[in-house]
């Protein structure tokens, strides 16, 4: 049988390793550190850093194709990999998604609506960009940002100094503030033929910067959710993509602006394990390992909250709870901020 490897060693590698095995895949999972949660379900681990040129070759060469958990992987890993096996999704996804900047150019450039934003790279860049975006405003460094990680509030003009300080000269984009009623994200699938095909839309609350719970289904008017999976199968086709990518949506009364979009499977995704027979772990295996595209149709209205540092000290009662999936990644230390798990709760499909 194939081989997929997979680049990162977190929850995602572990839980698409899982639905990998479950097809008849090996997987090889490709991790810096040490002990990782796919390492437990994975047929084999390589533990070596990105810059371990022998290692990624090695692992390159132990594979039929190379996917990620996670869009932060060094250029030049990415070349020594590319010479040896098939990336999916491709070079171009990583590009865009690395760079907000970058990003936000891309989708404008797709007649897609991202929030106004200006580049900031000195003091200069960041009074003009004041100046033309104004408060209130979000300074997001333009890479390695997550969790809301990286992120400075200007509640007024007055914060700019402060704001500008907090990312230590880490080039950024200034963001205006959007006036959302709420969040939702499409998790869209594209396979090597260029077939699309997109989850139902579920709606996103966050805690601290971090996803607490996504529900389906997102209150969302028909022509909003078709609206949303057209420009997630626009952005798709663009990249020429193959995998499966988050796309966060700001939901406004003039129309739904693009947040960010991730290449890979996301958290706002984890609802589709209970939610639907093809899960979004299983959508983007079968689309890397050119399977076609799986039936991601919606059978169960779902809630997923994410298990969040001492919200493990919960499991023993969620076990006894009917309706309650639990989804545990096998981390050793709790952390505050630490994603330990998950728990999806399903009802009956009311539409
Ligand atoms: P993730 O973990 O999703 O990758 P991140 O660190 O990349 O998060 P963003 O998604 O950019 O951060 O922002 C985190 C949250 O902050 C958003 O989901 C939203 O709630 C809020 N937010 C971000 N940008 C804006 C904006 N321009 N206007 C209003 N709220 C925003
Ligand atoms: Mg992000
Ligand atoms: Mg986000």
Known sequence: GATIGILGGGQL???????????????????????PP???????????????VTALEAFAKSVNVITYEFENIPTEALDALEALAPIRPGREALR???????????LSNLGLTTAPYANVESVEDMVAAVASIGAP???????FGYDGKGQARLKSSEDADTAFADM????????????????????????????????DPGENVHKDGILDTTTVPARLTGAQRTDAILLAGRILNALDYVGVMGVELFV???GLIVNEIAPRVHNSGHWTQQG???????????????????????????VMENL???DMDRVPEIAREPGATLHLYGKADVKPGRKMGHVNRITPATK
Not at 38 to 52: E, K, L, R
Not at 101 to 106: Q, R, S, V
Not at 278 to 289: G, K, L, M, Y
């Open 13 to 35: 590698g572990r839980m698409l390793s899982v639905a990998a095995s479950r097809l008849g895949f090996k997987t090889h999972i490709f991790e810096p550190g040490a002990n």
């Open 38 to 52: 796919a390492g437990h379900v994975a047929d084999q681990v390589t533990t070596a850093g990105y810059d371990d």
């Open 96 to 106: 865009v998604s690395q760079d907000r900047l970058i990003e936000k150019d891309f």
């Open 137 to 143: 405003s979000i300074l997001k460094t333009r890479r």
């Open 168 to 199: 230590q000269g880490a080039p950024s984009v200034l963001e205006g503030f959007v006036d959302f009623s709420h969040e939702v994200s499409v998790i869209a699938a594209r396979g090597v033929t260029g077939e699309v095909a997109c989850f």
């Open 252 to 254: 406004t009364p003039k």
């Open 276 to 302: 639907c027979s093809i899960d979004q772990f299983e959508q983007h295996i079968r689309a890397v390992s050119g399977w076609p595209l799986g039936d991601g149709s919606r059978y169960a209205d779902v």
């Open 308 to 310: 969040i540092g001492d």
